[in-house]
């Protein structure tokens, strides 16, 4: 069953915070609304405005650091220790959701060298970014397999 369709930055905002309570973190939120304050400027659709841009960054407190940033035109990117997923923004609320269950891990290899953070989200493709040796936190190098 595909997540439910979030088609604005607030409703994306509102069910990633939904999100959290469910998972015992506060949430810090920032928002940039407005053609001066965001990097997208006003939407023209035939001819005149049709819409505000908004955008938000969320930080959440505890272990792992995580952090979400929506932009106006359905890109997300959510850092998690430092590592950037570039993540829909109806499966947001579902990817922290794994974080937070600790469905992560980090897969390393000798040969050759690599190590990628993969978050499993159940009924999904794994999400894979990879990590530098050198950027591994105590959190991550705690999920290593």
Same mark, same amino acid.
Do not use: C, K, N, Y
């Given at each position: 069953?595909? !997540? ?20 015992? $973190? ?21 001819? @005149? ?12 407190? @505890? ?16 850092? +998690? ?6 993540? #829909? ?12 269950? #600790? ?21 999904? !493709?794994?999400? $894979?970014?990879?990590?530098? +040796? ?12």
């Amino acid at each position: 069953m595909p !997540p439910p369709h979030l088609p604005t930055t607030q409703s994306a905002v509102l069910a990633v915070e939904a999100v959290a309570r469910r998972h015992g $973190r506060s949430v810090r939120a920032r928002h940039d609304i407005g053609a001066d304050r965001t990097f997208a400027g006003l939407v023209e659709a035939d001819g @005149g405005f049709d819409a505000v841009p908004h955008e938000a960054l969320l930080e959440f407190d @505890g272990s792992p650091a995580v952090g979400v940033r929506l932009f106006t035109h359905d890109e997300v990117t959510v850092t +998690v220790e430092g590592v950037a997923f570039d993540v #829909d923004r109806d499966r947001v609320p579902g990817f922290l959701d794994a974080v937070w269950s #600790d469905l992560v891990h980090v897969e390393a290899r000798t040969f050759p060298p690599s190590t990628t953070l993969i978050v499993t989200v159940p009924g999904e !493709p794994s999400h $894979r970014e990879g990590i530098g +040796v050198h950027d591994l936190t105590p959190w991550l190098a705690g999920r290593i397999r």
